[in-house]
Structure formats: C-alpha cells, structure tokens
C-alpha cells in the first residue's frame, strides 16, 4: 500500500498511553510537519480513547484516530485469555483505517497502541519503523521489531532487534535550549536570585513523595550553604512546605508544577530527579547534569536509562532506598557548589545528549516511506 507518487507521504503514529510514548510521537510529528511544511507529509495519530493522547495530541494540532486498546498482563491471569480477541478486533480495525488513510508508513513507540498498529501494518504490507524510547523494551517493541523495516534505539546497547542508536525526539523548546543565554530570564520567572548556585528538584508529573521528603528534610542545609531550590512537588502534594525562609537567605521556591521544562532546566545547575526515558533525554540534550534516584518499583528500566549518562560522569545515581536529607548535604552541596565539577559533569552529560534524534528518526521515516 502507498500513495501517489507526487501526493504526500502519508505516516501514521501510534504512541499513544503515556506521556513516555506520546512526547516522542509528537516531537517527531513536529519535524516531519517542518518538512511537509507546504503539504507534503500527511500526519495522523493512533490512541484510544481512555489515554492521555485524546488531549495532548489534538492540542499540538494533529488528527488523532482511536482504535481499540490491547492491554498485556504483565503476569499470568484469566485477562490473559482474552487478548487473543482483543487483538484481532483492533487490528481489524486498525487494517481499515490504514487502507483508509493510505498509509505509507508506521511509526511505532510500543505500548498498547503500537501492538495492533504493527500487525495491521504487516497484514497490510505496509513498512514499519519501530523507536523504542527504554534502556528495557516492552513486549509490543519486541514483537514490533521483528516485523520493522527500521529499529531506532534511545540508548546504546538496548536489546532489541536490528536496533540503531537515534536518541530520543524531543521538543524543540528543549531541544535546541541554550542555558546559559536563559539562565538570567527563567530564574527571575521562578523568583530566584540570579547568581545563587541552584538545585532543581522534581520527580515526574505528579511528584515523588521521596524525592519531596529528602529534598525539604535537606532544606536548611542547602540554604544555608547559599543554594537556593526550584522543587516541583506535584499537583496532589499541597501538603509539602518549607518554613518561609527570612530575608538575605537563599530562596527555597516550591511549585506545584512546571510547566514551562526550558525555563527550569535554563534555571538549574543540578537536578535530582527520576530517571524516566524522557526525562534523561532532556537533561542529556540540554547539558544539565543530575542525581538521578530510579523508580524502586517495576522492572529496573529507569536505572538503565540513567546509567549511560552516570557512566559516562554526567551525574549520579542513587537508589531511592538511599536517598535521605543526609545524602543531599553530603553528595548534593559539595557539588552544586563548586562550579568546576559542575561545569565537568555538565559537558559530559551533553556529550551523552542527541538533541538532533526528531530530524534523524524523521530521516529514517521518509526514507523507509520511499520518499
């Protein structure tokens, strides 16, 4: 199946779930719009309709078609015998709209939208790309590469079939993010003193009760070595306070989310943060070095993200087991006041960024599109 030869390329992206998947679909949409810039390329997404796809992709301006979901237990239950319908249902529907939107190619970021999206491509013989955004690939990447014409990794060394290392696609407010031009502007936006060496603190979307206890239990011992803090502690953890701090003290700046990522990360010299797939990215792209605390749950994938960037010397790692208001003073204020090791970890962490991984996975898309 394709298109007309001169018409445009038509790709279809299946990302949707989490904002893991869906950042990265839209980061790629977005240089692929920039070169279909006068109707060349034809963009249509592929969620359903209980993820956060319904409202983050029609709100960056693409078409967002919704096909049946196709959870996978992660272990063995009675769910588990009715997969085998589920997935022939959305992948008979998903067959329909590809024919209908006379796909060229299929881009896939795994999860429960991807899996249906790749055996409908196959059946319809319709090439496939696969960018798997984890150090550990999910079971719909798995499945996905095998069947792809292309495999494009985030990290060097992730298991997975015929995988070449991309990087991950990011915004362009990130991406092309210059720090140290910024720094002034977003540290007067977060009401921060301009010259202060500066921790910026948050654990995901919704926080991270964790990194929210050590970091206030830390906040006389960071201020009074003159760090001033920007913590985002998350929509639903109102209840995270610092005593006011007095006049002449470093400001300690809790918000309840970030909005605007550029202005943060242009803000801070250091981050302690989770290490999700995005977020390493981000911090690699940008130069900004971190203390990266993994989530201790599920299957060790945030450790792997973060190890190329420790091993590399572009931050630290540690377990959220070992993360308390003693590390921060111990580990955290030696470094975040010395602006020589800071400026060494930062160059290091940006030499593990691939703030080009949109226009390189956008130039394996066209090129697997035939165009």
């Known amino acids: 199946m ?3 030869v001169n018409g445009p390329v038509s790709v279809v992206l299946a990302g949707g779930g989490t904002g893991g998947h869906i950042e990265p679909m839209l980061a790629l949409a977005d240089a692929l719009r920039r070169r279909g810039a006068e109707g060349g390329v034809r963009i249509t997404c592929l969620g359903t309709a209980r993820g956060l796809e319904t409202r983050l992709v029609p709100a960056r301006g693409y078409d967002l078609r919704l096909i049946p979901p196709v959870p996978l237990p ?7 015998l009715r997969v085998p319908g589920r997935v022939r249902r959305s992948v008979a529907e998903t067959r329909s709209l590809l024919r209908e939107l006379d796909a060229d190619v299929v881009v896939g970021f795994g999860g429960y939208v991807a899996l249906p999206a790749y ?3 196959r059946r319809e013989r319709v090439p496939i790309v696969v960018h798997e955004q984890n150090a550990l690939p999910g079971l719909a990447n798995r499945i996905g590469a095998r069947l792809a014409a292309r495999v494009a990794v985030t990290t060097p060394g992730t298991p997975l079939h015929g995988g070449a290392h991309v990087g991950m696609p990011l915004r362009t407010t990130i991406s092309t993010l210059d720090r140290g031009s910024r720094r002034a502007e977003a540290r007067a936006v977060f009401g921060l003193d301009a010259d202060r060496p500066t921790l910026l603190v948050f654990g995901g979307s919704q926080g991270a009760a964790s990194l929210n206890r ?4 830390a906040a006389e011992a960071l201020t009074a070595a003159g760090v001033q803090v920007l913590h985002a502690r998350g929509p639903k953890n109102t209840d995270v306070e610092v005593p006011p701090r007095s006049a002449g003290q470093a400001p300690y700046v809790l918000v309840d989310y970030l909005e605007r990522m550029d202005l943060a990360y242009a803000a801070a010299d250091l981050a302690l943060c989770r290490a ?3 977020t390493v990215a981000e911090l690699s792209a ?7 605390v993994p989530l201790p749950i599920g299957n060790g994938e945030q450790r792997r993200n973060a190890l190329p960037v420790v091993e590399a010397g572009g931050g630290l790692l540690v377990e959220d087991a070992d993360l308390s208001p003693s590390w921060i003073q111990q580990q955290i204020v030696p470094l975040v006041t010395d602006p020589a090791a800071l400026a060494g970890y930062a160059a290091r962490a940006a030499a593990t960024g691939a703030p080009d991984a949109d226009e390189r996975l956008a130039d394996i898309v066209l090129e697997v599109a035939g165009r």
Do not use: Y
């Open 2 to 4: 394709s298109g007309p």
């Open 74 to 80: 992660r272990k063995p239950t009675l769910d588990l």
């Open 276 to 278: 999700g797939a995005v």
């Open 214 to 217: 050590a970091a206030v239990g």
């Open 286 to 292: 940008v130069g900004l070095p971190a203390a990266f």
């Open 119 to 121: 055996l409908a491509a």
